[in-house]
């Protein structure tokens, strides 16, 4: 089970989207953005029957995507945080650490799940959108580290070498 708790009103509590066998990550919504360490106000854009709240950034900002929401994962756990497959195409967002690691003692009242994204052309947010997703993985079992003088391995030639031939 993964304990919910809103931290901001406006949060939507996610939802298993879809069979399990198709989708391995739960979406999240945003429900605040800060741009370069404040508080970004929205702006409403109305369409026919469609309220929308929208921010905007320029390229070169740093976007953090608040989700509104604390969880506390299952016994054993950890989070990955990271940006849907799509958000990318739609707003030119990279996350800048890759993913988000959230371990199983950030669980607090206060504890929002966040990321830190980097802003590669001006665009725009629409609070309540979905553009994260995360997954639960079980946490790494205890390994013993043990300095050796050798690993008795031949080297493979550093990053991008699977396939190139050792010389």
């Known amino acids: 089970m993964i304990r919910v708790k809103k931290v901001r009103e406006n949060a939507i509590i996610p939802e298993r989207q879809g069979n399990i066998e198709k989708s391995s990550c739960i979406d999240l919504t945003v429900a605040k953005v800060s741009i370069n360490g404040e508080y970004a106000e929205h702006y409403t854009v109305y369409s026919g029957n469609t309220v929308k709240r929208v921010v905007n950034f320029l390229k070169g900002d740093v976007v953090v995507l608040h989700t509104g ?24 967002l990279i996350q800048t650490n890759s993913i988000g690691m959230i371990d199983n003692a950030y669980c607090g009242d206060n504890d929002e799940w966040m990321a830190v994204m980097y802003a590669t052309r001006d665009g725009e947010l629409e609070i309540g959108e979905r553009y994260l997703q995360f997954r639960t993985m079980p946490c790494m079992k205890p390994q013993d580290i043990v300095e ?8 493979r030639g550093g990053f991008g070498s699977t396939d190139k031939e050792n010389k």
């Open 69 to 92: 929401l604390a969880m506390q994962l299952p016994p054993l756990t950890e989070g990955w945080l990271m940006p849907r497959s799509s958000t990318f195409k739609k707003t030119g």
């Open 148 to 155: 050796v003088e050798t690993l008795g391995n031949s080297s």
